[in-house]
C-alpha cells in the first residue's frame, strides 16, 4: 500500500525453508543461528539485547544522505510503494483469501463492517504533525513515498527522534536491499499549497522541516521472507527510523512538531477502535492530502497462524498510505499507535496491518538504546 516506480518481484519462501538446510549456518549459544536469523520465530521473542545487536549489526541500515534529492516536485512526483494487495477483501461476503506464498495456503480472515469511506483531515496538518510521508529512491533506481508517524521514544521522553513506518517502504525483503534516501516529512502540505497540481516551495509542502534517516530497522522476518505480494511476512511488516533535522539544528523531531505517539504493543484485541491515517496516492487521491478512516472494531486476517493475526479494517485509502498509523485510544484517554498500514485490497475496500506485539517492541527499543 505504499508506493515506488519498481516491478513487483518473486514471492516469499515457505518459513520450513529458513530453517532447513546448510544455507542457514549452525546454531550459536545467543539464540540465533550463525548467519544471525534465529532458530524460530518463537526464539526471536526471547531475543535479549545482545542478540539483536548481533542480527542488526548486519541488518541495520546506515542510510546516507545525498543532497538536492528531495524538491517540492520529486516528493510530489513519487509514486507510492506498493506491494501487491491480497486476491481479494476479507469481509464478510467474500471467500477466504488465498495465499501467494508463505506457510499458510489459505489465510484466514475475520469480517469487518462494510466499505468505510476516508475522509480528508481538516488542515492545518501542523495541529496533527506526528503525521507525514516518508520518502526513498530505490536501489536500482526510482523513487518511492509512504506514510508514516513520529512515536514515542521510552529512552529520550519529550525528545524523540523515532518514526514508525511499514518494513516495505523501507526494505525490498527477501533477496532485496534497503531503499536509500529515506526522509520523514512531518504535516507535509499542511496548508494546501500543493493541492490541485500547485507549485508549491520547499518550505510550504515541509513546514516542520525534512527529517533525514541515521538509522532504520525493521523485522527479521521481513529481511528473510518478505516479498511483493501478501503473506506471512506481512505480519511482521513494521520499520522504526531514527532521524536527525535536515539543518542539522540539533532540535528533536519532537520538540519540532509538538507530540510523539506512544506505542500501545499487545493491545487488546477486543474492546478498541482504530481509525487509520495516511496520505494515499492511488486514484481516487493524488497524495497531496492527508485522509482518515474511522474504522471501527479491527477483524483478523492471518496468513500463517503460528504468528500473531494482523488487524484488518474496512477503509478505502489506496497506494500511498502504507505505513501510516492506525490509533486507538488508552485507557487514560491519549492516542496510540497499534498498528500501521501493510497491505491492501484490490477493490479499496480493507487495510490490513500488523498486530504490534513484542517482536515489534524490540525492535523499538533496539534502536531507542542504540
Known amino acids: 500500500m505504499s508506493s515506488i516506480n519498481r516491478t513487483a518481484g518473486a514471492a516469499a519462501v515457505a518459513l520450513a525453508v529458513l530453517f532447513t538446510g546448510a544455507a542457514c549456518g549452525a546454531p550459536d549459544d545467543g539464540g540465533r543461528r550463525a548467519s544471525g536469523l534465529p532458530r524460530s520465530w518463537d526464539e526471536l521473542k526471547r531475543w535479549r539485547f545482545e542478540d539483536w545487536d548481533n542480527w542488526a549489526s548486519k541488518h541495520v541500515f546506515h542510510n546516507p544522505r545525498t543532497e538536492g534529492v528531495w524538491s517540492p516536485d520529486s516528493m510530489a512526483g513519487a509514486p507510492a510503494q506498493q506491494p501487491a494487495p491480497p486476491a481479494a477483501s476479507p469481509a464478510a461476503s467474500s471467500p477466504p483469501l488465498s495465499a501467494t506464498a508463505g506457510p499458510a495456503a489459505s489465510p484466514t480472515a475475520a469480517p469487518v463492517p462494510s466499505a468505510v469511506q476516508a475522509v480528508a483531515v481538516p488542515r492545518p496538518y501542523t495541529r496533527y504533525a506526528a503525521s507525514g510521508k516518508v520518502f526513498m529512491t530505490a536501489p536500482n533506481g526510482g523513487t518511492g513515498q509512504c506514510s ?9 521522553p519529550g525528545r524523540s527522534n523515532l518514526v514508525w513506518t511499514a518494513a516495505h517502504c523501507v526494505h525490498e525483503g527477501k533477496d532485496g536491499d534497503w531503499f536509500r534516501n529515506l526522509i520523514f516529512v512531518p504535516a507535509y502540505n499542511s496548508s494546501g499549497a ?7 516551495t520547499l518550505a510550504e509542502v515541509a513546514p516542520l522541516g525534512q527529517w533525514w534517516a541515521d538509522k532504520v530497522i525493521t523485522s527479521p522476518q521481513w529481511t528473510a521472507e518478505g516479498g511483493h505480494a501478501g503473506n506471512s511476512a506481512n505480519q511482521y511488516d513494521f520499520a522504526v ?19 510523539a505517539v506512544p506505542v500501545w504493543f499487545d493491545a487488546p484485541r477486543d474492546g478498541i477502535t482504530v481509525s487509520a491515517w495516511g496520505y494515499p496516492v492511488g486514484r481516487p487521491f493524488d497524495g497531496q492530502e492527508l485522509d ?3 474504522a471501527g472494531r479491527p477483524g483478523v486476517l492471518s496468513f500463517d497462524p503460528e504468528r500473531p493475526a494482523m488487524h484488518t479494517i474496512s477503509c478505502t485509502m489506496t497506494s500511498g498510505a502504507s505505513g501510516g498509523g492506525w490509533f486507538a485510544t488508552l485507557p487514560d484517554g491519549r492516542q496510540a499507535l497499534v498498528s500501521n498500514t501493510s497491505l491492501g485490497t484490490v477493490d479499496h ?3 490490513n496491518g ?6 515489534a517492541r524490540q525492535a523499538l527499543d533496539y534502536l531507542s538504546k542504540k
Open 148 to 156: 508514516a508517524t513520529v512515536v514515542a521514544d521510552p529512552a529520550r
Open 194 to 200: 500543493a493541492s490541485g497540481g500547485r507549485k508549491a
Open 292 to 294: 482518515r478512516c474511522d
Open 241 to 259: 527510523l531514527r532521524v536527525h533535522a535536515a539543518d542539522d539544528s540539533g532540535q528533536s523531531l519532537e520538540e519540532a512538531v509538538g507530540s
Open 349 to 351: 475496500t480493507s487495510l
Open 354 to 359: 500488523p498486530y504490534l506485539e513484542g517482536v
